[in-house]
């Protein structure tokens, strides 16, 4: 039986806080570890290990430290993970109960830094909200009103606001111009709950729209607790056209770019971005942040397809390795922009890509880790 290194609170939290690279995972099924577990741990369930591993930890040398309640699921995940060829594992001191007894602080529910920094943009910038009685009251009397609903398009299919359209996160810079092209168009942004919402209208604030610009507080769940009905099905989305003429895009374009400019977005290329990769010194996440059906039309080599909207709401489950540079991808100067400023001001290291050419988007179809890009050392090489 291996034995692994153990590593305590103390020095976990020294880590975070010194921004070094650390994956903090913490190997128990989803609904155990939204009960309970620290800031910055990103579930890793041990029984999805195997199939996650070189796309959530693609450095194979990168810092890992695993927790759980004491089941003995982090010492099986070890002898995984080793298995795989990562090869700096070691297990949280005393787990979840050691975190908590060395004055460690648990949280509830999922996706819990992303939740967390949406509440503190609207504390911070007085995120105009708006009840779901008062949108009802809007949408009842025919005022001149749209409602753009942020979350994925399974998401919306499944019940939407009546009248919505689906505009999934970082689609809403681009086309909230064309979708409400008179400024007198009150614009309400919806997702299921808030922090989609709250990053929605505030980036659409953040980026200039001319428009008056709300969240539906507490979104599709405050919507249903208020007695509204929801509608089922729908498939209303925007035009992938709209907001690509030239006024549109330019101001979109331009907005976007001040706002990552002033929040320390870097700049790289694909070229650089594909030598990053096979360096053994920093782990890299290279996201594509175009639509899914964009990205599997055409997109560039190692490139996983994380629509823009949910790498802000789920950056934990996308990246979860604290500390890792992370490369975001459009073909428009909007969306990755957009998605940029936002990780950037959650303290993530973030580049986005300039000046790529149709000719490098040279792969098709959906996403699929490549085993010989799951680096060990200073060398790729292929896990058989």
């Known amino acids: 039986m291996t034995t692994y290194p153990v590593r305590t609170y103390e020095d976990v939290r020294e880590a975070l806080l010194a921004r070094r690279e650390i994956a903090l995972l913490d190997v128990r099924e989803e609904d155990p570890h939204a009960q309970a577990h620290p800031l910055f741990a990103a579930n890793f369930p ?10 959530r930890l693609p450095c194979r040398d990168v810092p890992i430290v695993l927790l759980d309640a004491g089941e003995g699921l982090a010492a099986r995940a070890a002898d995984k993970l080793t298995a795989l060829g990562y090869t700096r594992l070691a297990l949280l001191a005393g787990g979840l109960d050691g975190w908590t007894r060395a004055g460690g602080e648990v949280f509830r529910d999922v996706n819990v830094p992303s939740k967390a920094f949406g509440e503190f943009v609207e504390a911070g910038r007085h ?29 919306y299919q499944t019940m939407n606001i009546p009248g919505s359209v689906s505009v999934p996160g970082a689609e809403l810079v681009l086309r909230a111009r064309a979708l409400a092209p008179d400024p007198k168009t009150r614009v309400i942004v919806n997702c299921a709950g808030r922090t989609r919402s709250i990053i929605g209208a505030q980036s659409l604030v953040n980026a200039g729209l001319p428009n008056p610009v709300a969240a539906l507080r507490n979104g599709t769940i405050g919507w249903t607790l208020a007695g509204q009905p929801l509608e089922h099905g729908s498939d209303w989305q925007f035009d992938p056209q709209a907001g690509l003429d030239a006024d549109n895009l330019a101001a979109s374009r331009g907005a976007a770019r001040a706002l990552a400019d002033r929040a320390g977005v870097s700049r790289t290329t694909l070229v650089e971005a594909a030598r990053w990769a096979v360096e053994a010194s920093r782990t890299i996440y290279r996201f594509d942040v175009r639509t899914p059906a964009e990205y599997e039309r055409a997109h560039a080599p190692g490139f996983q397809g994380a629509p823009g909207g949910q790498l802000v709401q789920e950056t934990d489950m996308f990246a979860p390795v604290r500390g890792a540079r992370v490369v975001l991808f459009d073909d428009d100067g909007v969306r990755a922009n957009m998605t940029a400023s936002w990780l950037a001001q959650m303290n993530i290291d973030v580049y986005v890509v300039d000046e790529a050419t149709p000719q490098e988007l040279s792969a098709r179809g959906a996403w699929r880790v490549a085993r010989r890009e799951a680096r060990a050392g200073a060398h790729a090489e292929r896990v058989r």
């Open 46 to 55: 041990l029984s999805k290990l195997e199939l996650d591993a070189y796309t």
């Open 127 to 155: 995120t105009p909200s708006l009840s779901a009685e008062a949108v009802a009251t809007l949408l009842a009397n025919g005022d001149d009103v749209v409602v753009l609903d942020a979350r994925r398009f399974d998401e």
